[in-house]
């Protein structure tokens, strides 16, 4: 079965640089969901899109920016990166009937490294 | 949010069952209570929801407390495969966010 494909799995930028993540939804799934997770920490919501339209914000950074395009394929955008933006980053799908009861799908991450 | 609470760790023999518990005073009417998992360097796995009645799935059930304050999500046979953090989680009807806690660690002994 197809599974949520994030690219890519690994990332090396250095302070004050720009990051695009990229995250592609299994088929027919609506909604993306992006999440940080630190080393040692639990995942953090960052943001969220349903039907391409942005659904929910959660302890997004304002220098990052995220969107969902017509394919629903959706991008996480960083900017003025900082070492404490280093961390995976997932990037989940779902397909939505009645928000709230979805069941999410998550990729394998991208692993961000500030340096 | 709702916020949940969960013990830090728990132990379970293979092929024994666990309990793992989450407290919720705060729950809303239209809050869903989700649980995934997170094994070792892969992303969260969805485990089980429901709202008021309990569940049950291929991979484990749900029991949830008649006023809601509480529920257990029990794993009938814990495999060495199920080591993992779980977290319990409430998700508001018409949102399209999830609050990961601090979740509970599932360490199982062969």
């Known amino acids: 079965a197809a599974g949520v494909i994030q690219s890519p799995r690994h990332l090396i930028k250095e302070k004050r640089e720009t990051a695009t993540l990229k995250c592609y939804p299994i088929?027919?799934?609506?909604?993306v969901y992006w999440y940080q997770q630190g080393p040692g920490q639990d995942p953090q919501f960052l943001i969220s899109?349903?039907?391409?339209?942005?659904?929910d914000k959660g302890s997004i950074p304002d220098r990052f920016s995220a969107q969902q395009f017509s394919d629903y394929h959706s991008e996480l955008n960083m900017s003025s990166l900082e070492l404490g933006d280093s961390a995976l980053y997932f990037c989940?799908?779902?397909?939505?009937?009645?928000?709230?009861?979805?069941?999410?799908?998550f990729g394998p991450g991208t692993r961000l490294t500030v340096t | 949010d709702a916020k949940t609470t969960q013990p830090n760790s728990m132990e379970s023999n293979e092929e024994e069952p666990v309990h793992l518990p989450c407290n919720h005073s705060?729950?809303?009417?239209?809050?869903?209570i989700h649980w995934y998992r997170q094994l070792p360097s892969q992303g969260p796995e969805y485990v089980i929801h429901?709202?008021?009645s309990n569940v049950n799935n291929r991979m484990a059930s749900l029991a949830i407390a008649e006023d809601r304050k509480s529920s257990t999500l029990i794993l009938h046979r814990a495999t060495l495969r199920d080591a993992a953090v779980y977290y319990c989680?409430?998700?508001?009807?018409?949102?399209?966010?999830?609050?990961f806690g601090t979740g509970t660690r599932l360490k199982v002994l062969a």
């Open positions: 989940a799908s779902s397909e939505v009937l009645v928000a709230g009861t979805d069941e999410q799908y």
């Open positions: 088929p027919r799934h609506d909604t």
């Open positions: 899109f349903y039907e391409k339209m942005q659904s």
């Open positions: 705060t729950i809303s009417g239209t809050d869903y």
């Open positions: 429901g709202l008021t």
């Open positions: 989680i409430l998700r508001r009807t018409g949102t399209y966010k999830y609050i």
